[in-house]
Nanobody, 123 residues
């Protein structure tokens, strides 16, 4: 079983930056496509960013494109989300997700999930 643990969340002011990390438990981490999702209070979980197992391709939600950057380090079995120019609309619990099969923007494509880390952006 793949286990994922997110960290790096916290409280930041609008316009600030934050870096989220997701540590995986499997040495076969390089075989998994990875994604970041977020869920705000009263809202459905939504796609944020994804990165292919090869790290050669990435996907971003329109709302974060140009501000967020997803990356991975297979040697450290970790995936990261650099968040810049944060706004209050980015406030949510952020989840790391993994899947060995196909990748994309849909929640259903991912089989493994972390517990989430809270990101709060104040105005």
């Amino acid at each position: 079983q793949m286990q994922l643990v997110e960290s790096g969340g916290g409280l930041v002011q609008a316009g600030g930056s934050l870096r989220l990390s997701c540590a995986a438990s499997r040495r076969t981490f390089s075989l998994y496509h990875m994604g970041w999702f977020r869920q705000a209070p009263g809202k459905e979980r939504e796609f944020v960013a994804a990165i292919a197992r090869s790290a050669s391709s990435t996907l971003y939600a329109d709302s974060v494109k140009g501000r967020f950057t997803i990356s991975r380090d297979n040697a450290k079995i970790s995936v990261y989300l650099e968040m810049n120019s944060l706004t209050p609309e980015d406030t949510a619990v952020y989840y790391c997700a993994a899947n060995v099969g196909g990748w994309g923007t849909e929640v259903r494509r991912y089989d493994y999930w972390g517990q989430g880390t809270q990101v709060t952006v104040s105005s």
